[in-house]
């Protein structure tokens, strides 16, 4: 009871670190690719920069527009948070470093993570806020439409490894990752786009577009609600990478390091890849986007899934 | 020993805790200046016109509709996929049918036009 306890102070507090870190690296990776320095002044290298503005948050005045609907306004926040905090309880940072292995693992992170778009179209309707509304109207309809894919992709590593937990995924890529599987190389392809779309990362970010919707579905969020938004997107980054990792990157397993430094070595180069990215891409329109999931990305997981099927049974 | 789910239920808690106590400490600190201007819905700095929760494009709701048929049927797949080694050909056959009969409906809300997106 207790351990459990400790574990779950231990995830929050990864998660602080793990969000103040990430957007240190992606402001640095933005700079360095568009060839400037980033932040230097606070720390070394403007190491001290996500504490400095963590503070600046939290000292910010929180400003409730006119016209909000205060129950969705209110919980908005909470539904994007929660549900990221609750997604750590499986994720295998090594052979130990879990905090309760279930035995519907990906099941379970993948059904969590998924109410977040309660949160995100809440804050959307509840705003009172046009940008807001059609950014959470995008998002919604975006972030189902790629749940299908995705979950499909991940439907066939429980095919390949036989088990919904997610050390028994990792134990099952003992003798060779399955990205080195070519059916399961298509299914990280179609994984990967997905779950990218899922945290409306570019080139998936038209939710929150800046230069057609303000900053989408938290423009009228301020101070420690908005923080929680930030913080709940990027650790969803990490969540997905994470996932990634443990689904098709052989999880913690790694020569000569121990089984943390891998994984996490493994799932902030995901991360790493995503703000690249980022600022390298342009932005889809809504149409194409949506066309893309349901028109390439759905059939081709649903084909994948009956070849490769057929193959393991035959 | 306690059953798992009472993990989850903890993690939950912890969750709500978290945002919580962060929504409370920044009441300590900051500052509470409310104004008319201030208050206001952002819309480039323009007084508001109308009112935001209007009738909105009907697209939306195909595409949740659509979404709801495939995450029922990625649910029944689940089960099936954790056993269905050892069950076998007959096993992966009932459920080729199943995905085929599926994969006829997304044929036929591709040729009615409901994946268009104007």
Redesign the interface.
Same mark, same amino acid.
């Given at each position: 009871?207790s351990v459990?306890?400790l574990k779950?102070?231990a995830?929050?507090g990864f998660?602080a670190v793990s969000a103040m870190f990430s957007i240190w690296l992606e402001r640095k990776i933005s700079a360095w690719i568009q060839n400037r320095m980033g932040p230097m002044m606070t720390g070394f290298h403007g190491t001290l920069q996500p504490v400095a503005d963590t503070i600046k948050?939290?000292?910010?005045?929180?400003?409730? %527009?006119?016209?909000v609907d205060f129950l969705s306004w209110w919980l908005a926040?909470?539904f994007v948070?929660? %549900?990221?905090?609750?997604a750590?309880?499986v994720i295998p940072f090594s052979s130990k470093w879990i905090?309760?292995d279930?035995n519907v693992g990906v099941?379970?992170v993948c059904s969590v993570t998924s109410i977040c778009v309660l949160g995100i179209f809440m804050a959307g309707?509840g &705003?009172?806020?046009?940008? &807001?509304?059609l950014g959470g109207?995008r998002s919604?309809?975006q972030i189902?439409?790629y749940?299908?894919p995705l979950?499909?992709s991940v439907?066939l590593v429980?095919?390949q490894s036989?088990?919904?937990s997610m050390q028994g995924i990792v134990a099952a890529q003992e003798h060779g990752w399955f990205i080195l599987k070519p059916h399961l190389t298509l299914a990280f392809l179609i994984y990967f786009i997905s779950a990218t779309a899922e945290v409306n990362r570019v080139p998936f970010d038209i939710p929150e577009a800046e230069s057609e919707l303000?900053a989408g579905y938290h423009?009228?969020y301020s101070?420690?609600?908005f923080?929680?938004f930030f913080v709940a997107e990027y650790t969803n980054m990490f969540i997905i990478s994470a996932i990634a990792t443990t689904l098709f990157l052989g999880g913690w397993q790694g020569p000569f390091l121990p089984g943390l430094v891998w994984f996490l070595l493994k799932s902030y180069g995901l991360v790493a890849f995503l703000m690249w990215m980022r600022w390298t891409l342009p932005r889809v329109r809504?149409?194409q986007m949506? &066309?893309f999931a349901?028109?390439v990305l759905?059939?081709m997981a649903?084909l994948n899934?009956?070849i490769s099927?057929?193959f393991?049974?035959? | 020993m306690i059953p798992n789910y009472y993990y989850i239920i903890i993690f939950l808690f912890l969750g709500i805790a978290f945002v919580g106590s962060a929504f409370a400490v920044s009441f300590l600190f900051r500052p509470k200046a409310p104004s008319e201007a201030k208050n206001s819905p952002y819309e480039c700095g323009e007084i508001i016109q109308g009112d935001s929760r209007i009738q909105f494009n009907v697209r939306y709701y195909l595409f949740a509709l659509i979404f709801v048929i495939f995450d029922v049927e990625i649910l029944f797949t689940m089960p099936w996929a954790v056993v269905f080694r050892q069950l076998g050909q007959v096993a992966f056959f009932e459920m080729a049918a199943f995905i085929l009969v599926l994969g006829l409906g997304l044929y036929y809300a591709w040729k009615k036009g409901a994946l268009q997106w104007q």
């Open positions: 009871m459990i306890f779950g102070l995830v929050l998660i948050l939290l000292l910010k005045e929180d400003i409730v %527009p006119k016209g926040p909470f948070t929660v %549900p990221v905090v609750m750590f309880l905090a309760l279930l099941l379970y309707w &705003s009172n806020n046009k940008y &807001s509304l109207m919604a309809a189902i439409s749940e299908v979950l499909l439907l429980v095919m036989g088990t919904m303000v423009t009228e101070g420690m609600k923080a929680m809504m149409d949506m &066309s349901w028109k759905t059939p649903l899934l009956l099927g057929w393991m049974v035959k | -």
